[in-house]
């Protein structure tokens, strides 16, 4: 979903290889990223680092340690998404579904899991371009994954051949941006099956038959 409306790098910058994390630092890092789902499943753009140094019972500079800033806080919610994503495209990409209906279930599994993470969609949706560099990598990961089941249904010649990979993206945030509206028959299930149904290639159908020529019917010559 990163592609949507953000200009971001697939390619992640080179990293120096982490050294393994220590018990009390692991057993930190999940209290802050549990309090930081807590409090944007809830309080969203009013969430400060000091609200979630509070409710993970650490320190302000133990959570700067870990996250240099909000934006990586939620860009680590956004990356372990892409993970959960690109685990069921991998799925989708090694079993035997039809290829067209193994996109459509990949998209339909992948926004069931966002709908029931608030504080993911609200990174995903609000988080900006700092967000999704944090998750550059499993970003274009996703964006690999998702080529090849679309290559595979073109082949096939049920997904319309002008449907990209990069349109899945900017699809699901329009799906997440309806889970959130709490109106009668707004419905992100519906809505997503309208946009399945629309990346369906045209069914292919028979010439009209060539239409005989019909004679002219003269009248009857009464001059006799």
């Given at each position: 979903m990163a592609e949507a409306k953000h200009t971001t790098s697939l390619s992640a910058p080179p990293v120096a290889a982490e050294r393994p994390m220590r018990s009390d630092a692991r057993r930190n890092r999940e209290l802050i990223l549990g309090a930081a789902?807590?409090?944007?499943?809830?309080?969203?753009?009013?969430?400060?680092?000091?609200?979630?140094?509070?409710?993970?019972?650490v320190g302000v500079g133990t959570v700067y340690r870990h996250f240099p800033y909000k934006e990586a806080l939620m860009g680590e919610l956004v990356r372990e998404r892409f993970i959960d994503f690109n685990e069921r495209l991998q799925l989708a990409i090694d079993g035997d579904e039809h290829p067209f209906?193994?996109?459509?279930?990949s998209m339909r599994d992948n926004a069931a899991s966002v709908a029931e993470d608030a504080a993911t969609r609200y990174a995903f949706m609000s988080g900006g371009?700092?967000?999704?560099?944090?998750?550059?990598s499993e970003a274009a990961r996703f964006l690999e994954l998702s080529r090849t089941l679309?290559?595979?249904a073109q082949a096939d010649g049920t997904l319309r051949a002008d449907f990209a990979a990069e349109h899945i993206p900017m699809l699901?945030?329009?799906?997440c941006a309806?889970?959130?509206?709490?109106?009668?028959?707004w419905d992100w299930r519906t809505m997503l099956d309208m946009l399945v149904a629309g990346m369906r290639a045209a069914p292919v159908t028979s010439p009209p038959a060539p239409r005989r020529s019909v004679k002219a019917i003269?009248?009857?010559?009464?001059?006799?």
């Open positions: 789902r807590e409090l944007f499943a809830t309080q969203r753009s009013d969430v400060q680092v000091d609200d979630i140094a509070r409710l993970a019972g209906e193994a996109l459509a279930a371009e700092r967000v999704f560099e944090y998750a550059s679309v290559e595979r699901m945030c329009a799906v309806t889970i959130d509206v709490n109106k009668p028959g003269r009248p009857p010559d009464r001059r006799r």
